[in-house]
């Protein structure tokens, strides 16, 4: 009986400890296939110029008067910070570093004549 209590506990631990995995995983894979439905929506919106790539890999509105360019940027900003804490967690860096790290990414890879902002701060068409 002593040793009953310290093994349902164990196995409650494991069993908390793989569905909680498990959730994470689904949440990435959630957070992905959002991500992946409003990528043209995002692109579209890029190149009429309502939205920017930041030096924080995240979007930012360029032009307020297209109406539905701040929601698409909160939900596609929620999810990249959703992201890069994951890879930041899993690279053992800080989430601003792995973000800082993808705006270069995103800046070099951005279509010609889409709103980027460099290190220092400047917005400028590619």
Do not use: C, H
């Not at 800082?100 to 290190?119: L, Y």
Request: proline fraction near 2%.
């Amino acid at each position: 009986m002593n040793t009953l209590l310290p093994r349902l506990l164990l196995a409650f631990a494991l069993l908390f400890g793989a569905a909680t995995i498990a959730r994470a995983a689904d949440d990435l894979a959630t957070v992905k296939a959002r991500m992946t439905a409003r990528i043209t929506a995002i692109d579209a919106l890029k190149l009429k110029g309502a939205l920017g790539e930041n030096n924080q890999a995240l979007l930012e509105v360029r032009d307020p008067a297209v109406k539905e360019a701040a929601g698409v940027a909160a939900e596609e900003n929620k999810d990249r910070g959703t992201v890069y804490t994951a890879l930041a967690k899993s690279q053992g860096v800080t989430a601003a570093e792995v973000a800082k790290a993808r705006a270069k990414q995103i800046a070099a890879n951005s279509a010609k004549g889409v709103w980027v902002q460099d290190e220092k701060g400047a917005w400028a068409k590619k």
